[in-house]
């Protein structure tokens, strides 16, 4: 009984070993990463995953085999829930956000974005499924740019402007441009 047991935990130590050293040597299929703004006083954080296009539909039907189904809940990008930081009280598309941390995600339009933060924070991996929608703090509708060229991992960028500055998310040939301004 007790070689038995050792045998047992003794592949079990094999499989987790493995398991550590294939997760050190092969880079993830969508690896994390941030983008960050620093202009004014304001900065804002945003930690998220990068997925690769690799062929596939990324927006569209569900019956067409779109990764990112149109109407479905997305967490924008891949893995752990997307989140988002704002050192300032903000405009965000428009409507007021007051400074602090927020889960993002969207649901995706073939003519807009259903752009939400929501409240609730730490979300990851398995769990970054549907957020709990009563912790929604705002919900904008941006619309659909249409890029000429193929963007093949999902991105988040941001870029000054005269009154703020826009956080760009694109991926294929998608662009969503968010406005974002320091609340006064």
């Known amino acids: 009984m007790k070689r038995i047991l050792l045998i047992g935990f003794g592949v079990i130590g094999v499989l987790i070993a493995a398991f550590v050293i294939?997760?050190?040597?092969?880079?993830p299929k969508s690896p994390p990463d941030t983008a960050s703004f620093s202009d004014r006083?304001?900065?804002?954080n945003v930690s998220y995953s990068r997925p690769s296009k690799r062929g596939r539909?990324?927006?569209?039907?569900?019956?067409?085999?779109?990764?990112?189904?149109?109407?479905k809940y997305w967490r924008l990008g891949a893995n752990a829930a997307t989140e988002i930081t704002f050192s300032k009280n903000i405009s965000f598309a428009g409507q007021p956000v007051n400074a602090g941390s927020y889960r993002m995600y969207a649901v995706p339009g073939a003519e807009s974005f259903q752009v939400v933060l929501n409240s609730e924070l730490g979300v990851r991996f398995t769990a970054a499924g549907e957020p709990d929608h009563s912790l929604d703090?705002?919900?904008?509708?941006?619309?659909?740019?249409?890029?000429t060229a193929e963007v093949e991992k999902f991105t988040i960028s941001f870029e000054a402007d005269s009154?703020?500055?826009?956080?760009?998310?694109?991926?294929?040939?998608?662009?969503?441009?968010?406005?974002?301004?320091?609340?006064?």
């Open 41 to 44: 006083g304001l900065d804002i």
């Open 163 to 184: 009154v703020g500055v826009n956080m760009d998310m694109a991926w294929d040939k998608t662009l969503i441009r968010v406005p974002i301004s320091i609340r006064q």
């Open 137 to 147: 703090v705002l919900s904008v509708n941006i619309p659909v740019q249409v890029l």
């Open 22 to 27: 294939y997760s050190l040597v092969v880079p």
């Open 57 to 71: 539909i990324i927006f569209g039907e569900e019956k067409d085999g779109a990764l990112q189904p149109y109407g």
